[in-house]
């Protein structure tokens, strides 16, 4: 019996032993890609830091997942080739650099952006591969563009807390302009003038930068086309928090408002506002056309476009004489007597 119990301790042991083995050979395994994730997320922050030129303790949240939806974005490679052809001068349309060149140019471009930064950090950013450098061009370019857009530092601090590296990634990706409308929204969101109806949760920067991030230039079209001209009435009536917490409830894949998000456009904002939002979006450009297109039937159309171009073209004629001084003397001259005093 003492036999059976001494060889079970044995085996228990050894298997305590093995396990120990096995945990370490997992450990030293995943050590690397672990530090490795650390290392690119510790370089990503002090180059948006860098860039956005905003104290070291500013926490980003979100940068180092952010590296692979960036190397996938089609915003975000078409924004890299228009730095590329800025930086070359290289026309529209031109074909530009690929492969180990473009990565190189790449770098080339991310090094003069951060040029400041600590010279450990820039040899880190040397190790980066191809993908990873061009998404950081990108997060370099959104804090850079941060910076000079908001010149007021906590300002600036405060939207790089609040919006993380997916507002950063969305200003590197759609310029100044984005920059605006995050701080825009980040001002309403302080003061309490971003209405959250029941059932939608509370939204932050974060959101507008995912949504731009990870829907590209159609989310920025739609953001342009319907929001901003309509800005207070999203703001008020509940429906941009609600756009920005589901937007694919409120837009298509093209940028363009669906007739479920004008359904929901409507019970938010009412009728008459929703009407006139999908009108100034969607029907401005065939309102025009239509209009234009009657009054070329109704005015140039048989023996009344004769008239029509003829009356136009005396209006111009006369537009044009009063327009020079020297053609207005000529033609009152005629008419000057009737200036005179009669004696």
């Known amino acids: 019996m003492s036999g059976i119990l001494i060889f079970s301790r044995h085996v228990e042991k050894l298997c305590a032993k093995e396990v120990i083995q096995v945990i370490g050979c997992i450990t030293i395994i995943l050590l690397p890609g672990s530090a490795f994730a ?28 952010l590296v ?43 090094r003069m952006t951060v040029k400041q930064l600590d010279p450990e950090v820039l040899r880190h950013i040397e190790k980066l591969d ?13 804090g850079d563009e941060l910076a000079k857009t908001i010149p007021d530092l906590g300002a600036r601090a405060r939207l790089l807390r609040e919006g993380g590296a997916e507002t950063v990634a969305a200003v590197g990706i759609f310029g100044p302009d984005a920059a605006r409308s995050a701080l825009r929204l980040d001002e309403a969101i302080r003061g309490g003038r971003l209405v959250v109806k029941e059932g939608t949760r509370a939204v932050t920067v974060a959101d507008f930068g995912k949504v731009l ?14 929001v ?34 004008f359904r929901r456009l409507t019970e938010f904002a009412g009728e008459v506002a929703a009407r ?6 969607q029907g401005s450009g065939p309102a ?12 140039f159309n048989g023996i009344k476009g004769i008239y029509a171009a003829v009356g136009t073209a005396v209006v111009a004629f006369c537009i044009l004489l009063l327009l020079f001084p020297r053609l207005r003397i000529w033609l009152w001259r005629p008419f000057q007597w ?5 004696k």
């Open 130 to 142: 191809a993908a990873s450098r061009e998404a950081a061009l990108i997060l370099a370019k959104g």
């Open 68 to 110: 692979e939806e960036i190397s996938k974005s089609r915003a975000a490679r078409e924004a890299v080739d228009a730095e590329l052809r800025r930086a070359r001068r290289v026309p529209d349309g031109d074909l530009i650099l690929s492969g180990p060149a473009r990565s190189d140019e790449v770098l080339r471009l991310l």
């Open 228 to 261: 901003l001209p309509h800005w207070k009435i999203w703001l008020a009536s509940g429906a941009l928090a609600a756009y920005l917490v589901n937007p694919e409830y409120f837009q298509d894949l093209a940028g363009n408002l669906t007739e479920e998000g």
């Open 276 to 281: 006139a939002i999908r009108g100034v979006g």
């Open 38 to 65: 650390r290392g690119l997320s510790s370089v990503i922050d002090n180059i948006i830091r860098g860039a956005a030129r905003v104290p070291d303790n500013i926490p980003i949240k979100k940068a180092d997942d």
């Open 338 to 342: 009737l200036r005179q005093v009669p």
């Open 213 to 226: 991030t990870r829907m590209g230039d159609a989310a920025w079209k739609f953001w342009q086309q319907y």
């Open 288 to 299: 025009v056309e239509k209009v234009n297109s009657a009054i070329w039937e109704t005015y």
